[in-house]
Structure formats: structure tokens, C-alpha cells
């Protein structure tokens, strides 16, 4: 493994139906990241955790939930999944929380919710 | 609260011309400013970024940025367009201490042949 793995890569789920969406990281960053991509908007924050043990929320927090047990992994968890979920989730890492390092990306999972 | 506005959504240029991507910031502090591009089907790769040294920035692929706190602005350049930059590109902003990274809404580049 290098830099960040997400998966599955793509997913289609019934709306009610219960997510994990894995992300795992192999640099040792203390900071992971998780946003989710739409056209038209960017890239909008949802969750964040700044070490093993914390986390915080984004600006569309709402419908999703985080956990950060280790450095290595920070899944993302859709309890009931709705449509307006259904969009292009990437995970994300940096060495520090400070503001001003680098982020870096994994390759995103699309997922689709009917 | 910080935030980038980037300015056309899709910028059409002849390969060989001048690349020319808006990004306008707003921060009440100081801010850090990234630009990253986006290949199809791929994650997000940094180009360059704006740490308070000095104000015109080089990144990969021959790509620079200048920041001019007058204009509140953090303009992408590169000389001479390759088929290779059709891409999407994202402006970021962030404050010193802030671990939140602001998005602004892509510009996608297409390269004419």
C-alpha cells in the first residue's frame, strides 16, 4: 500500500440500507479527512479527526458518522442512506492539522443511492 | 469564515496558449491558498500552495500562481497549454491553525487541439 486506499471504488444502495465507507492511509499522518464531491459544489467538508481518538464536524455533517480507533484508519458510516447522499466520497490525509500542509487523496468511492 | 470563488466554470484554450484559471479569496486572516487538479476518475493532486513566503508560487507541470493581498486574489498561470492539463482545478483556502480546507466550486480545463 501507498498513500491512501479507499473502497469499495463504486456502490450502488438501497435508500434506507446502512454504508461503511473504508478509507486507510499508510504515511502516518495524524490528520484524515473525508468530503464529498458534487457537481457544481466542489468539494464540501463532512467530517474531519486532527489525531487517533478525536474527530469534528465539516460543513455537511448531517447523516454521517466517524470513527478514528487508529492513525491508519477513519471510516465514514451512512446509518440510512437518502438519494440526496448519492455523490463521489474522497478521503483525504496531511501530516498536521495546522492549516498548511499538503492533503492528500485517495482515489474515491461513487456511490449511488436509489 | 473563509471562502474562494472561482471564476468560470469551464475555460476553453488553443494547446500552446496561455492557461489562465480566477481564484479570489476571502479570509479574515492571513490565508494558506492551495491549488489542486483533478484527472478524470482520479482523486485530487497538488499543484502549488501559498504558505506567507514568497508571493509567486511554482508547482508541477510548469504551473505557478501569484497571491496579491490587494487583489485578494490567487491566480493559476501556465505559459503554454499541453493536452495533457485538460483537468479540473480546485482553489483552496485555509487560516493558520485551521484544519478545514475550503473548496472552491472547479474550473474545468479542456485544451483545443
Known amino acids: 500500500i501507498a498513500g491512501i486506499t479507499q473502497a469499495p471504488t463504486s456502490q450502488i444502495l438501497a435508500a434506507g440500507r446502512r454504508m461503511t465507507l473504508r478509507c486507510t492511509q499508510d504515511?502516518?499522518?495524524?490528520?484524515m479527512y473525508w468530503y464529498r464531491q458534487d457537481l457544481g459544489l466542489g468539494l464540501r467538508l463532512i467530517h474531519y479527526s486532527n489525531t487517533a481518538g478525536t474527530t469534528g464536524k465539516g460543513e455537511v455533517p448531517d447523516g454521517y458518522s466517524v470513527s478514528r480507533a487508529n492513525t491508519d484508519d477513519f471510516p465514514l458510516t451512512l446509518a440510512s442512506a437518502v438519494p440526496s447522499q448519492t455523490s463521489v466520497y474522497f478521503c483525504?490525509?496531511?501530516?498536521?492539522?495546522?492549516?498548511?500542509?499538503?492533503?492528500?487523496f485517495g482515489p474515491g468511492t461513487r456511490l449511488t443511492v436509489l | 469564515a473563509q471562502s474562494v470563488t472561482q471564476l468560470g466554470s469551464h475555460v476553453s484554450v488553443s494547446e500552446g496558449a496561455l492557461v489562465l484559471l480566477r481564484c479570489n479569496y476571502s479570509?479574515?486572516?492571513?490565508?494558506?491558498l492551495f491549488w489542486y487538479v483533478q484527472y478524470p476518475n482520479q482523486g485530487l493532486q497538488l499543484l502549488l500552495k501559498?504558505?506567507?513566503?514568497?508571493?509567486l508560487v511554482k508547482g508541477i507541470n510548469g504551473f505557478e500562481a501569484e497571491f496579491k493581498k490587494s487583489e485578494t486574489s490567487f491566480h493559476l498561470t501556465k505559459p503554454s497549454a499541453h493536452m495533457s492539463d485538460a483537468a479540473e482545478y480546485f482553489c483552496a483556502v485555509s487560516d493558520f491553525g485551521n484544519e478545514k480546507l475550503t473548496f472552491g466550486t472547479g474550473t474545468r480545463l479542456t485544451i483545443i487541439p
Open positions: 479570509s479574515s486572516v492571513p490565508p494558506y
Open positions: 501559498y504558505t506567507s513566503a514568497a508571493t
Open positions: 483525504a490525509s496531511s501530516d498536521s492539522s495546522g492549516g498548511m500542509d499538503e492533503q492528500f
Open positions: 504515511m502516518r499522518h495524524n490528520a
